[in-house]
């Protein structure tokens, strides 16, 4: 039976991609994420919180609710970021998606998708072990620069309705947000901005500053598998602080990985 609710799912996928949903004939994919899985992530991340993981590398709690969000200052290293740039720096790049299907104005950035070599695949199964799923959930990386002025708007992670990957592959019950690069001397600006996270010293949200190596990882989804619109951020822009600085500004890199509700299938 599993077979082929696969083969149905995956022909779903096809007609939606193809631009033929057929939603008379295969439904929308469905939005919530297992609870076996939504509730392993939420474990794993109130457990590196509250230091009962045993994790070789510290984690800070950033906030607890209505989502646990955890910043991991030392989750790359120097030479695994060298590798990383060094492969990418030849890399054909292209819009980010939003910038291309949809409206530029609310994603401005460049993107590269990387789904073959040693550190793809040491990186995916460390992300899926971060949330306490094996690495095959995990989806390839994807690179996403940022020049000044460059920005992605308040978004979620999540699949929408319309995601035909969602037939496959499932919902994204989590994120790790890796920086690659710390915001550059010559630049304000470039922040990850949470504007649901808010308190009496952040009325506005909570925004996190870009530290080179350092990560933020978060549910998606509730603990039992519902999207969480609350998990909402925006890339904001850089901003040059001196315009004769322009030209030479350098960029804004970061690294999402994004884990799945089922396995990844479109990965060697």
Same mark, same amino acid.
């Given at each position: 039976?599993?077979?082929?609710?696969?083969?149905?799912?995956?022909?779903?996928?096809?007609?939606?991609?193809?631009?033929?949903?057929?939603?008379?004939?295969?439904?929308?994919?469905?939005?919530?994420?297992?609870?076996?899985?939504?509730?392993?992530?939420?474990?794993?991340?109130?457990?590196?919180?509250?230091?009962?993981?045993?994790?070789?590398?510290?984690?800070?709690?950033?906030?607890?609710?209505?989502?646990?969000?955890?910043?991991?200052?030392?989750? !790359?290293?120097?030479?695994?970021?060298?590798?990383?740039?060094?492969?990418?720096?030849?890399?054909?790049?292209?819009?980010?998606? !939003?910038?291309?299907?949809?409206?530029?104005?609310?994603?401005?950035?460049?993107?590269?998708?990387?789904?073959?070599?040693?550190?793809?695949?040491?990186?995916?199964?460390?992300?899926?072990?971060?949330?306490?799923?094996?690495?095959?959930?995990?989806?390839?990386?994807?690179?996403?620069?940022?020049?000044?002025?460059? !920005?992605?708007?308040?978004?979620?992670?999540?699949?929408?309705?319309?995601?035909?990957?969602?037939?496959?592959?499932?919902?994204?019950?989590?994120?790790?947000?890796?920086?690659?690069?710390?915001?550059?001397?010559?630049?304000?600006?470039?922040?990850?901005?949470?504007?649901?996270?808010?308190?009496?010293?952040?009325?506005?949200?909570?925004?996190?500053?870009?530290?080179?190596?350092?990560?933020?990882?978060?549910?998606?989804?509730?603990?039992?598998?519902?999207? !969480?619109?609350?998990?909402?951020?925006?890339?904001?822009?850089?901003?040059?602080?001196?315009?004769?600085?322009?030209?030479?500004?350098?960029?804004?890199?970061?690294?999402?990985?994004?884990?799945?509700?089922?396995?990844?299938?479109?990965?060697?």
């Amino acid at each position: 039976m599993q077979g082929e609710a696969d083969v149905w799912n995956a022909l779903a996928c096809m007609c939606a991609a193809a631009g033929r949903p057929h939603e008379e004939v295969f439904g929308q994919p469905p939005m919530t994420a297992s609870q076996i899985h939504s509730q392993a992530v939420w474990q794993a991340l109130n457990q590196l919180a509250d230091g009962s993981a045993g994790q070789s590398f510290p984690a800070v709690s950033v906030a607890s609710s209505p989502f646990p969000l955890l910043w991991l200052p030392q989750w !790359l290293a120097e030479e695994e970021i060298t590798e990383i740039l060094l492969e990418a720096k030849d890399a054909f790049w292209n819009p980010s998606p !939003l910038a291309t299907h949809g409206d530029a104005a609310v994603r401005s950035s460049e993107s590269l998708v990387l789904s073959s070599g040693p550190w793809v695949q040491r990186l995916r199964g460390r992300a899926a072990a971060l949330v306490g799923l094996a690495p095959q959930y995990a989806e390839p990386p994807q690179l996403v620069r940022y020049s000044p002025g460059q !920005l992605y708007k308040p978004h979620v992670d999540w699949g929408h309705g319309g995601d035909a990957s969602l037939f496959i592959a499932g919902q994204r019950v989590a994120t790790v947000l890796v920086y690659l690069t710390d915001i550059p001397q010559s630049c304000v600006g470039g922040c990850t901005h949470f504007p649901h996270l808010t308190s009496r010293k952040q009325q506005e949200g909570l925004r996190i500053v870009p530290v080179k190596g350092a990560a933020c990882a978060w549910p998606n989804v509730s603990v039992n598998g519902m999207p !969480l619109m609350e998990t909402e951020h925006a890339a904001e822009p850089l901003q040059v602080k001196r315009a004769e600085d322009a030209e030479d500004a350098a960029q804004k890199i970061a690294l999402n990985l994004w884990i799945r509700d089922r396995p990844v299938p479109w990965v060697a």
